[in-house]
């Protein structure tokens, strides 16, 4: 098992949006696959703003604030929550310089700052795959949510392509883009696992879909490789995956459940 170094968000947190920031990979082209698929849900549940209402948004594993920007700017009232203070400093420079009305706290998902049944919808993006205790971080996000709120997750799945994944851009010489274990092959949750954990607390999978590059395996290949060269930022990188739902479960996958 290879320890998951959580204490890079501290060491590198203070440049979340920096294109350089291997963070930003998360950004890109990944935050707009997410929010796609996530504004989707929210519209066909009927559950977006509508300028008469603010319906209560809880971002579990905030990071630098990139969803936490997306729901404010829907019309959501943001809390945004993480372990992390230096990346909780990035994240309320970012909104305050964008004008954007976010909450940040400092806290774990497994002992969130919240009150109980306080919000109307509650998301986690990469997130569960770095966390010890999955179940408490699930208790946690079912206790802060008002009956009949809406999760919305997306995590990585248990599989051989996202243990070459993950090795590819880890391990590998030619197309290592990280220097550090930003994830351990043996933490990821496939979907039925997470669904089963889910239902222990009283959260009822709707659906799972793919999350994945959506450019030709050639392309991505590519990327990664001119990435290592220098010729290419990480927020490039991103871009040129073109992360988004895919038909294909075995890498990402992202989904929702009711509470």
Known sequence: MVAVDNDVYDRVGDTWWDDDNPLVVLHGSMTAGRMDYFRGVLARLGRLPTGQTT???????SGGGFLAEEFCRLGFAVTGVDPSAVSIRTARAHAAAGGLDIEYRVGAGERLPVDDAAFDV????DVLEHVDDVDR???ETARALKPGGIYLFDTLNRTLASSLATKATQQWRLTRVIDFAAHDWAMFLPP???AARLGRHGLTVQESVGLG???????????????????LTYRQVSERLDMGRTRYKGLFYMGHALY
């Open 55 to 61: 319906p209560a948004a809880l971002d579990v594993g």
């Open 137 to 139: 971080v699930l208790a």
């Open 192 to 194: 039925d696992e997470l």
């Open 122 to 125: 509650a998301y986690c993006s």
């Open 213 to 231: 590059p959506r450019a030709k395996p050639w392309t991505a290949v590519a990327a990664l490789v001119r990435l290592r060269r220098g010729h």
